[in-house]
T-cell receptor, first 111, second 112 residues
């Protein structure tokens, strides 16, 4: 059990560029979650996968955001045409039944 | 819409003091409640999870209680240490949904 791994740890991008983040959950966890956290706020739910199926999406997940979890293993979160308001920490978590294990997050800065 | 509030927003105490962090939520139809710790610039570490049918959970110097009917939870930290300095987040898992709804956290500073 190596924990939840997120890459990259930091990403600086110019406004309008596309970015993709990766999350590798704990191997036996079938549930995977993406959250976004801005400074001074608690994390906000973005989306949830059970195995490869995306079962729940927040209204925060605009058309510019897309998440995938092919084969029910790792997941990617892509943001197209980034905006300054997308600057945040993007957190991934996984679980099997009760409780979550979070990764260290990817900090995105849009300049 | 579920809302989670944490009071106080920040707390500074001398080492060795016992302290209580408060969390309240507006909709009592929750599946469970969790307390997390977050160090600056880092992810979240799970501390305690209380199922909706439980009243409290304990781990070491930490004790969390849940009063679902009144929409309140407390996190009690005994004999605080400088290493306890972090932001503590409360989150509820609503029935029928997989998502967690978080409060804004309480930033705790324990002074040596």
């Amino acid at each position: 059990d190596t924990g939840v791994s997120q890459n990259p740890r930091h990403k600086i991008t110019k406004r309008g560029q596309n970015v993709t983040f990766r999350c590798d959950p704990i191997s036996e966890h079938n549930r995977l979650y993406w959250y976004r956290q801005t400074l001074g706020q608690g994390p906000e739910f973005l989306t949830y996968f059970q195995n490869e199926a995306q079962l729940e999406k927040s209204r925060l997940l605009s058309d510019r955001f897309s998440a995938e979890r092919p084969k029910g293993s790792f997941s990617t979160l892509e943001i197209q045409r980034t905006e300054q308001g997308d600057s945040a920490m993007y957190l991934c978590a996984s679980s099997r039944a009760y409780g979550y294990t979070f990764g260290s997050g990817t900090r995105l800065t849009v300049v | 819409k579920q809302e989670v509030t944490q009071i106080p927003a920040a707390l500074s105490v001398p080492e060795g003091e016992n302290l209580v962090l408060n969390c309240s939520f507006t909709d009592s139809a929750i599946y469970n409640l969790q307390w997390f710790r977050q160090d600056p610039g880092k992810g979240l570490t799970s501390l305690l999870l209380i199922q909706s049918s439980q009243r409290e959970q304990t781990s070491g110097r930490l004790n969390a209680s849940l009063d679902k009917s009144s929409g309140r939870s407390t996190l009690y930290i005994a004999a605080s240490q400088p290493g306890d300095s972090a932001t503590y987040l409360c989150a509820v898992n609503e029935g029928g949904s997989e998502k967690l709804v978080f409060g804004k956290g309480t930033k705790l500073t324990v002074n040596p």
